[in-house]
């Protein structure tokens, strides 16, 4: 079993960035598939962003494509959000998302693909 510990969040005013971190236990962080997931008040948790095991192949969900960038250094056991142009609809708890699927190539981005899960940090974005 894996732990995930988000970090990075805050507030911020629109157009402005943040830089998200997920820091993973144990030693099998690599062999993931990895997302980030949104939940505003009153909202169901949506999709943001998915990267496979290596790194090579990321998707995004389409309010925030050409904004952020997933990224992950498994070296560090550590999965990151760049966000940029921030907007205040991207107000929400971000939460990472890891798929205990050793190794596969497939993109997820349903909430019910991934297995575990942190514990969410807050992102605000001022009008």
């Known amino acids: 079993q894996v732990q995930l510990v988000e970090s990075g969040g805050g507030l911020v005013q629109a157009g402005g960035s943040l830089r998200l971190s997920c820091a993973a236990s144990?030693?099998?962080?690599?062999?993931?598939?990895m997302g980030w997931f949104r939940q505003a008040p009153g909202k169901e948790r949506e999709f943001v962003a998915a990267?496979?095991?290596?790194?090579?192949?990321?998707y995004y969900a389409d309010s925030v494509k050409g904004r952020f960038t997933i990224s992950r250094d498994n070296a560090k056991n550590t999965l990151y959000l760049q966000m940029n142009s921030l907007k205040p609809e991207d107000t929400a708890v971000y939460y990472c998302?890891?798929?205990?699927?050793?190794?596969?190539?497939?993109?997820?981005?349903?909430?019910?693909?991934?297995?575990?899960w942190g514990q969410g940090t807050q992102v605000t974005v001022s009008s």
């Open positions: 998302a890891a798929d205990r699927t050793y190794y596969s190539s497939s993109i997820y981005y349903t909430a019910t693909d991934y297995d575990y």
């Open positions: 990267i496979i095991w290596s790194g090579s192949s990321t």
């Open positions: 144990g030693r099998t962080f690599s062999r993931y598939a």
